[in-house]
């Protein structure tokens, strides 16, 4: 018997938690602790009187104070500190403390502060959070992964720490990123914090800084490769499909080649998706749907030339060819009008290449104006092939110049340009200059937050294209609707939903993704579209967390889903 155990309502919510312990343990444990919020009877009852001040304080005076202490705080990493260690003292008033202002502290969270936390992890480390895999017990994933059977996992995101943001390898600091996505999906997707859990598999790194750092705190060797890396993480993959066969497994921050393979390879053992491949692609192509409708034209007439040929920018050509295809056009035709370009250019048939930029190369024969490795820099490809939508993926701060945004301009009246590097040191270019260089006609939206811009006494809201915007309503819609599998459909649908969020007054604005503190409001909107979908495709089953039936209607799984978001609101607690 554990401290706690749930106690759930017909769509599967958390109504309550039967509190097994007394005293100090109650405290202790972060889904049981409420501080200064015990009322009266609760501090006789769980024998905790004379163990916290006598003064009962409300929850919402328990986030005023926690807004004080955190604006003393000097810089937004000392703010994720103190986050991170409310969370670790009581769970609900941390996400009480972030709903409350959802717009600043995602990116405290998140993106970008989340980047220096990934590089700091080891010096800043205070208490595990969720699990660490590595050669010294991946073989005894099952057992652990067991520990968390009552915790009724329904989401894990899980990462081998080797494509952290725009900032490479990180080894054991990749968990940062686990921690930060997972509260996002309780923020946006009401999916409650014991449900989630951060997984790190910890395969070793080629970071020499973190080799030579005695505070490192990762496994001190280079990176797995080849079939063992692949047999470590077939390990844990069996584990997890025994322990939680009905949970979502989010894959986070793979690099290249291994975050297609892994993918590939699981699609059909797990309900799993890479986020960074079609999370990034299902919000990128929501941007451009939106930009559409500022454009009053279709996905079908644009040209696209992605920047940066790494999972996230292959993921992006691939949600493009899917959304192009969806609408009646050949796989073959879509696929003529999507350019990538990587460190070396135009990515060609004729180079060397890993698997997963093969789809997208391009027949140098087929292209009347190149010629040599040169025609394929970045301007005379936009020039000659009429670039109408450049999308920066590339972690090269300032390589959109006036020059590369103008050239697009010249093949469009509206050019669409979205610098999405994270973090905001390696985006391709600041929105400002692209306002100032296009005199207001691009549509612009980045990946890390910026300030609205004034240009031409006209004011410029910058939208996000932020993987928030999709990835907890794929999850929730998942979760709500049973799919067995994670379709490609999903992330069409979830990008549909999106781009239907942003209003008439914003899309005038040029605005292209609706605002953070929407968050949940378009969560919910995604979740049902992705249910839909898995209906409608047939893959939908009874959402094994609950004992609510959708019964495959459309109506019902909305319901199912507007049930099923947990609040950071404190529970009742019964003994």
């Known amino acids: 018997m554990g401290i706690y155990d749930l106690q759930f309502d017909d769509y599967g919510n958390t109504r309550a938690l039967k509190v097994n312990a007394k005293g100090n343990a109650v405290l202790f444990h972060n889904y049981t602790n409420k501080g200064v919020a015990f009322s009266d009877e609760e501090r006789e009852l769980f024998e905790i009187s004379g163990l916290v ?79 660490h895999f590595y050669p010294g017990n991946i073989d005894d994933a099952e057992k652990i992964l067991r520990r968390y059977e009552r915790a009724d996992i329904r989401v894990a995101v899980v990462t081998d720490n080797q494509g952290i943001l725009g900032i490479g390898d990180q080894g054991a600091g990749g968990q940062a990123i686990c921690l930060g996505k997972l509260m996002l999906y309780t923020q946006g997707a009401g999916i409650a914090p014991w449900h989630c859990l951060p997984i790190s598999l910890d395969v070793g790194t080629d970071n020499e800084k973190l080799l030579r750092d005695p505070k490192y705190i990762g496994w001190h060797h ?35 080649q291994n975050a297609f393979t892994v993918r590939d390879t699981y699609v059909n053992d797990l309900i799993s998706f890479n986020d960074d491949i079609q999370g990034t692609g299902s919000v990128t192509l929501a941007g451009i749907l939106a930009a559409m409708k500022i454009k009053n034209e279709g996905i079908k007439d644009q040209v696209y030339l992605i920047h940066g040929a790494g999972a996230g920018g292959v993921g992006i050509a691939e949600q493009i060819e899917a959304a192009l295809v969806e ?43 190149f010629n040599s490795s040169e025609d394929g820099a970045l301007e005379n490809v936009i020039e000659k092939a009429g670039v109408t939508v450049l999308i920066g993926t590339s972690g090269q701060h300032g390589c959109f110049t006036q020059e590369v945004v103008t050239k697009v301009l010249a093949n469009t009246e509206r050019p669409i340009i979205l610098p999405l590097s994270n973090p905001t040191a390696n985006t391709e270019a600041i929105p400002e200059d692209i306002y100032n260089w296009t005199d207001g006609k691009a549509l612009v939206a980045t990946g890390s937050p910026f300030d609205p811009v004034s240009h031409g006494g006209s004011e410029y809201r910058v939208g996000q294209c932020n993987n928030v915007f999709i990835f907890p309503g794929v999850g929730l819609g998942v979760i709500a609707s049973g799919a067995t599998t994670v379709l490609p ?12 969020c942003v209003g008439n007054e914003d899309l005038a604005r040029g605005a292209l993704f609706p605002t953070v503190d929407r968050l949940q409001e378009v969560t919910l909107k995604v979740a049902k579209a992705v249910g839909r979908a898995a209906i409608r495709e047939g893959v939908a089953r009874k959402c094994a967390f609950s004992s609510f039936d959708h019964g495959m209607d459309p109506e019902r799984l909305d319901e199912a889903v507007d049930h099923m978001i947990w609040k950071p609101v404190y529970l009742p607690l019964e003994a």
């Open 222 to 256: 280079k990176r797995l490769t080849g079939d063992e890396y692949f047999a470590f993480v077939e390990k844990f993959a069996k584990a997890f499909k025994k322990v939680f066969p009905n949970a979502l497994c989010q894959w986070e921050d793979f690099s290249k």
């Open 53 to 131: 001040p006598p003064e009962v304080k409300s929850l919402s005076q328990q986030v005023l104070n926690a807004q004080d202490i955190i604006r003393e705080k000097i810089s937004d990493f000392e703010k994720f500190i103190y986050i991170r260690s409310l969370f670790d003292r009581n769970a609900t008033l941390a996400h009480a403390l972030l709903a409350s202002d959802i717009t600043r502290y995602m990116s405290i969270v998140y993106t970008p502060t989340v980047g220096i936390v990934c590089q700091r992890f080891s010096s800043m480390f205070r208490q595990g959070n969720g699990l």
């Open 489 to 500: 459909s999903f992330f069409t649908a979830a990008a549909h939903a999106a781009a239907d």
């Open 327 to 369: 609408e009646g056009m050949a796989v073959a035709d879509a696929r003529a009008r999507i350019y990538t370009l990587d460190s070396r250019g135009l990515v060609t048939t004729d180079r060397r290449l890993d698997p997963y930029k093969g789809k997208f190369a391009k027949d140098p024969g087929a292209l009347p104006w």
